[in-house]
């Protein structure tokens, strides 16, 4: 669990980079030996194909920047225990067909599910926060077409 600690994180296929606000974190990377976090803007990256460097010290414009995007919008795909709206990305007459959208849709970042459903399979990504954020999903899902994600509808979910 992650208690008193307030950081900033993120991977792409360019770099790896940490940002520390609060407590302290260990980036720990390749079986490498760890870079210790522990004061405000401290910051790490290494960046794909290139030698790892030690960790700086982000300028005030980097953590302004780090903090916004650390800051969850509403609408703009909150996933979040409790939530209770969710994206149906499919109905799929067969559970190979859902399973493999499911599979798709993992494979980019989405935490979908597959659910029985009258006698077809429903692929879900649930515990959406608002309508909008639904929303918001929904219409990734269907911008992306290598996800496969054609129609679609959002739902409130039952207790």
């Not at 990504?125 to 639904?134: F, P, S, V, W, Y």
């Amino acid at each position: 669990g992650i208690r008193g600690t307030d950081f900033w994180s993120m991977t792409d296929a360019e770099h790896d980079a940490v940002c520390m606000f609060e407590g302290k974190v260990e980036v720990v990377r390749d079986n490498k030996p760890g870079i210790m976090l522990d004061k405000l803007g401290a910051f790490w990256v290494v960046f794909t194909g290139e030698p790892e460097k030690p960790a700086g010290q982000a300028t005030p414009d980097q953590l302004a920047k780090f903090i916004g995007q650390a800051e969850m919008q509403p609408g703009q795909g909150i996933v979040l225990q409790g939530g209770r709206w969710r994206t149906v990305a499919g109905l799929m007459p067969s559970g190979g067909q859902a399973n493999a959208l499911r599979t798709r849709l993992q494979t980019a970042g989405y935490p979908a599910d597959v659910l029985a459903k009258d006698g077809k399979f429903e692929v879900r990504i649930n515990q959406l926060a608002t309508r909008e954020d639904a929303e918001t999903v929904l219409k990734q899902l269907q911008a992306n077409a290598s996800l496969g994600v054609t129609e679609g509808r959002v739902a409130l979910a039952t207790r």
